[in-house]
């Protein structure tokens, strides 16, 4: 399909500026070139100058039938909101073929979770026979009954938790610090790991880190990662697993069991509370799911 002469020279010109006045990072331009490159390329040749208000909405509309997401539609209507102010800010144009024209509505974009079973699987998958897999049970089991970050788990100092309590101390964003219940099945996995496991990884060298690695280093995220995913290959669950996974569902369940929402928000340690309402849309999502699939008349 032919494209217009000017519209290569209009497009670089334009993430030129951007480049200047924004310092936007790489992966953001190309997605700005790439937006308006599909755009140039639906006018067939008519140049991204000439093209009317008419030709932004049925690009838009041609994207939904392609089966296109509407964040997908979204993102692509404001590289080309930006790539026309641009234009009118040059003189290159008089009138803004975007103005006026509303964004698809995104709705609620849930995250991933697991249900209780499929946690419960994915706890039990390291099993107790190695060092190793002690030390990663114990890491599931404190990252589900403490709902952290994989950046807060890895970075578990001695000094933060009070067995005798259990309790974790948390020093996260913004360096706000909360205090985090353990539960009895992670302080037994935790006790057992740094009893009887952690050891074998110290090799008698003071280390402050509670999750180690063979060679005494602290455990990383990205080893962390690996780990938790081939222990969901091994348990059996389908749906994609990360550490924040185990996040959401330690959030997802708690709210289920009836948990405050300003409570969950604390042990979550979000700033705003609206972060943390999501999780309520997770857990009706769930239970429409689980109503459709039980009721007789669902």
Do not use: C
């Amino acid at each position: 399909m032919a494209v217009h002469p000017s519209d290569g020279p209009l497009v670089e010109g334009f993430l030129d500026s951007l480049l200047t006045e924004s310092r936007l990072r790489a992966h953001t331009l190309d997605g700005y070139g790439r937006d308006i490159a599909a755009f140039a390329r639906y006018l067939g040749g008519r140049g991204l100058a000439g093209a009317a208000r008419i030709d932004v909405t049925g690009f838009l509309a041609a994207e939904v039938l392609a089966g296109r997401r509407p964040r997908t539609g979204a993102r692509r209507l404001s590289a080309l909101r930006r790539f026309y102010r641009y234009l009118l800010a040059e003189g290159i144009l008089s009138e803004d073929p975007t103005e006026g024209i509303e964004g698809p509505r995104l709705g609620i974009n849930l995250p991933t979770t697991l249900s209780e079973d499929e946690v419960e699987r994915l706890l039990a998958a390291p099993g107790d026979a190695t060092p190793e897999a002690r030390r990663d049970r114990a890491m599931l089991e404190v990252l589900y009954a403490t709902g952290l970050r994989v950046s807060e788990l890895v970075t578990l100092r001695l000094t933060e938790i009070d067995g005798q309590a259990g309790i974790v101390r948390v020093v996260g964003k913004g360096g706000r610090e909360r205090l985090v219940p353990l539960g009895e099945a992670a302080q037994v996995a935790l006790a057992d790991y740094l009893r009887d496991a952690r050891p074998a990884f110290t090799k008698g060298a003071p280390s402050a880190a509670v999750f180690l690695t063979r060679r005494g280093a602290p455990m990383t995220r990205q080893a962390f990662w690996s780990n938790i995913k081939r222990y969901a290959v091994k348990a059996g669950v389908q749906t994609p697993v990360s550490p924040h996974t185990v996040r959401h569902a330690f959030a997802t369940h708690l709210i289920n069991h009836g948990a405050d929402l300003r409570v969950v928000q604390l042990l979550l340690g979000h700033a705003d509370l609206s972060t943390t309402q999501i999780y309520t849309h997770v857990a009706r999502e769930r239970l429409r799911a689980m109503h459709a699939r039980h009721h007789p008349r669902g």
